[in-house]
């Protein structure tokens, strides 16, 4: 190997020695290298390699230097004089004759290319661009569909332009409006007086509010301020029934220890002050007595004051009572007179109404008989039309059924086919492969073993992974046990200790109570107010009782026939505009009816 390599190198150096002879003066020593690759590449080696890979190569490197050493190495005469004497001189002449030569001389068509083209390139020429082909589409085979019969559209007639309608007609009547407007301003009256009442007793009735009244309202703000952060974590509440039948909750071990530290840590401070009262430390239970004295002191001063408050709000509040029933009085009598000359207005307004009702009646009249003589002329059209459509459709429907029965036979054909490709498809084939459990593989392995061996090896794997399961369930079970046995003996202790807490909140709930109940109030200036009070209210109820009876008094007859006057007024009006939207529905259809003709 070592051999064949020096002579290879040998025949490469002798090349690129002549090479540099023949034209070293341009080109560089440092370069010999690749010279001398190529120069083996070319002479031993082309054939293997192929020329396109070999042009590759050369295109990448410098073209100045492959195409001097291209145009040295594939020029005809140097190769077959002094090139082939030198290499005789390595090699035998037969190898050089049968193989190197024959080689060289083959790919020396593409050899000439390659060197123009690298000619080319030093001189900048542009390459010869190649003729792009044409795509040439070629039209879809798709079934040409028959041109859609569409009929001429008919001439559109131009309308003559109709009258305008007469404003009158939208407008309601003077006496109407005049009556409209008077019950505005009546009403607008009646809101200001309403206003000025109610801002009179709101006035009186407004008393400052207590520091009690102020933090229970800032607390509802404040809780209502804190249902409105919806990204707060919300708590479940305890539903109603556990919380009526006082059913015990099941704790959470972390939940019964947090307890249980919290009444150690309550008894630690109990301990803690029961040594301090033994050591001699003072207790605050007179601070608590005198504590208890001021509170209800101040209780009582602060009742004696919400009654006299709302004693004076529940006085003004029957003056001003007093003082809108006389004002109701005064309004009814101005209200009875009103009425009394819309009633007047209105009648004279329902004459007129009639009048021209009569009047548009017969003109009404006159203009039917004129449309009645078009109806004859559009039912005839109307005929021809019906037959024409009646011949088109039959001729549709038989086109249709030549269309469908081809369908069906196409249809046929094509389930012929599919049932045999099935047919095809449902051969069964042998593929059955006989598998010996107890053989090995034949690999040649050392850990190599049958399928058998395996499973049994895998089920004692699952024997000893069982045994250590059953020896780690059993040390659970013991932690368990006695984990269990400690959370017992703190549970008895803190449902001791809730016992207690529960006694406590019982005493604490009961004084509460006697607190929350509103002490007896006795004065002489509150028994005054109480005495002023009845006095109002007495004077308002024989005001009551005596609007009453001036209203029962009023004969029966005359509120019954006011009654049934207004009814038959309601009715008559009610029955005059139904007429009348009939009327302008039937003229409306007439004249649509007369339009089609004169469009047809």
């Known amino acids: 190997k070592q051999w064949y390599q020096r002579r290879v190198a040998i025949t490469a150096g002798v090349t690129v020695e002549n090479f540099y002879l023949d034209e070293g003066k341009k080109m560089m020593r440092k370069d010999s290298v690749l010279y001398r690759i190529f120069s083996y590449l070319a002479m031993l080696r082309l054939d293997d390699l192929g020329f396109e890979n070999f042009e590759s190569f050369i295109i990448k490197q410098d073209t100045l230097k492959m195409y001097s050493f291209l145009k040295y190495l594939f020029d005809l005469p140097k190769l077959q004089s002094w090139l082939k004497n030198k290499w005789c001189h390595i090699y035998d002449q037969k190898f050089i004759e049968e193989s190197v030569l024959p080689n060289l001389l083959k790919n020396m068509d593409e050899a000439q290319t390659l060197i123009s083209h690298l000619?080319?390139?030093?001189?900048?020429?542009?390459?010869?661009?190649?003729?792009?082909?044409?795509?040439?589409?070629?039209?879809?085979?798709?079934?040409?569909?028959?041109?859609?019969?569409?009929?001429?559209?008919?001439?559109?007639?131009?309308?003559?332009?109709?009258?305008?309608?007469?404003?009158?007609?939208?407008?309601?009547?003077?006496e109407e409006i005049e009556l409209m407007k008077k019950k505005e301003e009546h009403k607008k009256r009646s809101e200001v007086l309403l206003e000025n009442v109610r801002g009179l007793s709101a006035n009186h009735t407004r008393t400052a509010k207590s520091l009690k009244t102020q933090d229970r309202l800032n607390t509802i703000v404040k809780e209502s301020d804190a249902q409105l952060k919806f990204d707060s974590h919300k708590a479940r509440p305890i539903p109603k029934k556990v919380m009526e039948n006082n059913t015990p909750i099941k704790l959470n071990a972390a939940a019964i220890l947090r307890e249980d530290a919290l009444y150690a840590k309550r008894e630690e401070e109990e301990l803690k002050k029961i040594v301090g009262v033994l050591s001699g430390e003072g207790t605050d239970d007179n601070f608590q007595i005198w504590k208890k004295q001021r509170d209800e002191e101040l209780r009582k001063e602060e009742a004696e004051h919400q009654t006299r408050k709302k004693m004076i709000g529940l006085i003004s509040y029957e003056e001003a009572m007093l003082a809108k029933q006389r004002l109701t009085e005064n309004n009814k009598s101005k209200v009875l007179k009103m009425k009394v000359e819309a009633d007047k207005m209105l009648k004279e307004f329902l004459i007129c109404q009639l009048r021209q009702e009569e009047e548009i009646r017969e003109k009404v009249l006159s203009i039917q008989d004129s449309h009645l003589q078009t109806k004859a002329a559009q039912q005839k059209l109307q005929d021809l039309k019906r037959k024409m459509v009646q011949d088109v459709h039959a001729e549709s429907a038989a086109l249709m059924q030549i269309a469908v029965e081809e369908a069906a036979k196409d249809m046929d054909r094509k389930m012929q086919l599919i049932q045999e490709i099935r047919a095809f498809d449902r051969t069964s084939i042998d593929t059955v492969k006989f598998v010996d459990l107890t053989s090995t593989a034949g690999f040649g392995f050392l850990c190599e073993m049958?399928?058998?061996?395996?499973?049994?090896?895998?089920?004692?794997?699952?024997?000893?992974?069982?045994?250590?399961?059953?020896?780690?369930?059993?040390?659970?079970?013991?932690?368990?046990?006695?984990?269990?046995?400690?959370?017992?003996?703190?549970?008895?202790?803190?449902?001791?200790?809730?016992?207690?807490?529960?006694?406590?909140?019982?005493?604490?709930?009961?004084?509460?109570?006697?607190?929350?109940?509103?002490?007896?109030?006795?004065?002489?200036?509150?028994?005054?107010?109480?005495?002023?009070?009845?006095?109002?209210?007495?004077?308002?109820?024989?005001?009551?009782?005596?609007?009453?009876?001036?209203?029962?008094s009023l004969p029966v007859k005359r509120a019954v026939n006011l009654e049934a006057e207004k009814r038959a007024m309601e009715e008559r009006r009610w029955k005059e505009l139904e007429n009348t939207r009939e009327r302008v529905a039937k003229m409306n259809t007439k004249t649509v009816g007369y339009r089609d003709t004169l469009l047809t």
């Open 450 to 552: 049958s399928i058998a061996e395996l499973r049994e090896r895998i089920v004692l794997m699952n024997e000893e992974k069982s045994r250590d399961l059953e020896e780690k369930r059993g040390d659970i079970l013991a932690e368990k046990v006695s984990y269990k046995k400690m959370i017992e003996q703190k549970l008895d202790a803190i449902s001791h200790n809730r016992e207690l807490i529960g006694k406590d909140a019982a005493k604490k709930s009961k004084e509460k109570e006697k607190l929350k109940s509103p002490p007896q109030v006795q004065s002489s200036e509150i028994d005054a107010m109480q005495k002023r009070l009845e006095e109002k209210r007495a004077e308002r109820m024989k005001m009551k009782s005596t609007q009453q009876m001036t209203m029962q």
């Open 119 to 174: 000619n080319d390139k030093l001189r900048n020429k542009p390459a010869p661009k190649k003729p792009s082909t044409i795509t040439e589409p070629e039209p879809f085979k798709l079934t040409k569909v028959k041109p859609r019969s569409l009929p001429m559209p008919e001439p559109v007639p131009k309308l003559k332009a109709t009258n305008p309608v007469p404003t009158s007609t939208y407008k309601s009547p003077r």
